[in-house]
């Protein structure tokens, strides 16, 4: 296992772990949820899981995540897209001959997703865990609570608040970042096939309370999408000890699937 920096265009720094089995032809880039990062429970079983198949793994830390380069650039969806489009300009020229796939959670997921929707790129294969459709309307609501009016609050008086929705570490929230979800409904905006036919598929808790079980189904099955539902599982999907490792084998089967056909 390897830690790493890829530096950006606009010279930031994006903190990445890999471990590429010898020969792989396929690599997985693996994009974190909010508040999480690429030391979360989650990433580490793709590192150990994907290259026993011989599938290697790059697993990147988003702006404002982490501990390292990556913590210290402000959290806004460009920059996220731009921290994900540097990882792939990473593995396609470290290893130009590999398919390219994406395994992305929750907030990862939407980032990945406005990703293959808008910026040209290798990959035609994505699996998303619990994926945060509905991103914008965790931070943007017709009648907010009294906690989320106080921090609103706070945003207009310090230009930022923290939170962390009790999943991880809180992130910090500027306005821009809340304009960028105003501006980016991925219902609208979900568009991968206008870049070439891609294969999706995904997994999430029925009982789920930060994404609403709902509207992922709404989103499976308006985007044609394989969506696998494992009842009795949270956000996490981790709340039997079995499912991380079944999340897994779902992916490792879409990534050994031929497609697009070569």
């Known amino acids: 296992m390897r830690n790493f920096t890829v530096q950006k265009s606009d010279f930031h ?6 471990e590429i089995p010898e020969g792989a032809g396929t690599i997985v880039i693996a994009v974190h949820g909010f508040t999480s990062s690429k030391e979360s429970p989650t990433v580490r079983r793709l590192l150990d899981r994907l290259p026993a198949a011989g599938i290697g793994v790059v697993g990147i830390d988003l702006p404002g995540h982490g501990t390292e380069d990556s913590f210290e650039e402000e959290l806004r969806l460009e920059a996220c897209i731009d921290s994900l489009a540097a990882a792939e300009w990473y593995v396609n020229g470290m290893y130009p001959k590999a398919e390219i796939c994406y395994f992305a959670s929750s907030f990862g997921a939407y980032v990945t997703s406005l ?3 808008s910026r040209h790129h290798k990959g035609h294969k994505a699996f998303f ?3 945060a459709v509905n991103m914008p309307s965790l931070f943007l609501k017709d009648d907010p609570t009294e906690e989320e009016k106080r921090l609103f609050e706070e945003l207009e008086e310090k230009g930022y608040f923290e ?5 991880g570490k809180p992130v910090r929230v500027t306005r821009g970042f809340i304009e960028d979800l105003a501006a980016h409904d991925l219902f609208a905006l979900f568009d991968p096939d206008v870049l ?3 294969k999706i ?4 808790g029925a009982v789920d309370a ?5 509207m992922a189904a709404r989103f499976a099955e308006r985007f044609h999408i394989t969506e696998t539902v494992f009842p009795g599982e949270g956000h996490s999907l981790s709340d039997h000890p079995e499912t991380p ?4 084998d779902l992916a490792i089967r879409l990534y050994q699937e031929d497609f697009p056909a070569k």
């Open 163 to 167: 939170q962390g929705f009790g999943l």
């Open 129 to 131: 865990r619990s994926a």
């Open 196 to 198: 070439g036919p891609h």
């Open 13 to 18: 720094k994006v903190a990445c772990v890999e």
């Open 115 to 117: 990703y293959i929707s």
């Open 201 to 204: 598929a995904m997994a999430h």
């Open 210 to 214: 930060v994404i609403d079980p709902e």
């Open 245 to 248: 490792d079944k999340v897994v």
